[in-house]
């Protein structure tokens, strides 16, 4: 499908929760969030039901993300769910990977084909300082675990203030060099003031090519992430919301001051 400016629409992320075990200090106060209620977030019939129209659509690529994902209970069981419909080219998710080590295996033989994992730092103090959780040796077992069970591909996505020629920046490449991964950088985005960049490694931020539309954790089907325009799946049904969604994409981003990290999957 193509919205209004020509682009090809062929990716879909869906956030399956707004939880998570992690507190990264650019996306989650440190209290927490008043987190939605179980009977706000869509159940995995209703995401699999609207991937279904997705893919009737056009969408070929879908990512799971948060939150963190592997705290929504029952997520292989939607792994297996999505990976049954007929298609899919490239099923993945972005992941902290702190519970990856009790999970690799189990969402591999569900179908899940690619991991994004989000890591920061290498330095277990800068590490627990940024995501104020001592987590970094899960990480790297969870991360060890899903390199033997043979992802098709699996990437680490590292934020960064300003760019790849920071100090744990660079630990993070020598890290994924080390263990043949590839890696990304992306700058720290500000959805409230509409701060953002090209992904560094990625094509994410590139308003001109466009590709994605995202389904939030309570079952808005969003055309951008820095816009404020959302279409409930309850209210209008998966394909009606997906038509709205695609035809008032914007051109570009702007801001948002509705979404947040956590609840639309950045
Ligand atoms: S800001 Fe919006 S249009 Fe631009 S790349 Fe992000 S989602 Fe796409």
């Not at 009790?102 to 591999?108: H, I, K």
């Not at 991360?143 to 660079?170: H, M, Q, S, T």
């Amino acid at each position: 499908m193509k919205d209004s400016f020509g682009r090809n629409i062929t990716y879909l992320r869906i956030s399956v929760t707004d939880r998570c075990n992690l507190r990264c200090t650019y996306c989650m106060p440190e209290e927490g969030i008043d987190e939605l209620q179980h009977s706000d977030l869509l159940t995995f019939e209703e995401i699999a039901d609207f991937v279904k129209c997705a893919v009737s659509k056009g969408i070929t690529k879908v990512r799971l993300t948060g939150g963190e994902p592997l705290v929504r209970k029952g997520i292989v069981g939607l792994v297996s769910m999505i990976s049954e419909v007929e298609g899919i080219e490239d099923l993945s998710m972005t992941t902290n990977a702190v519970l990856l080590k009790q999970f690799a295996v189990p969402l591999r033989e569900a179908g899940l084909q690619r991991l994004n994992i989000s890591l920061d730092s290498v330095d277990r103090g800068n590490y627990a300082r940024i995501t104020r959780r001592d987590s970094l040796p899960a990480v790297f077992e969870g991360i060890d675990e899903a390199i033997a069970c043979g992802y098709d591909r699996i990437k680490l996505n590292c934020v960064v203030e300003r760019d790849r020629n920071e100090p744990d920046a660079f630990g993070v490449a020598a890290y994924a060099k080390k263990k043949g991964l590839d890696v990304r950088f992306i700058r720290t985005m500000n959805l409230d003031t509409g701060e953002f960049w090209v992904v560094d490694g990625g094509i994410g931020g590139d308003c001109s090519i466009c590709n994605r539309i995202r389904l939030s954790a309570r079952g808005d089907v969003l055309p951008c992430l820095f816009s404020d325009i959302g279409f409930s799946v309850r209210e209008l049904g998966s394909c009606e919301a997906i038509r709205r969604a695609v035809d008032s994409k914007p051109k570009k981003g702007t801001l948002s001051r509705t979404h947040e990290f956590y609840n639309v999957g950045g």
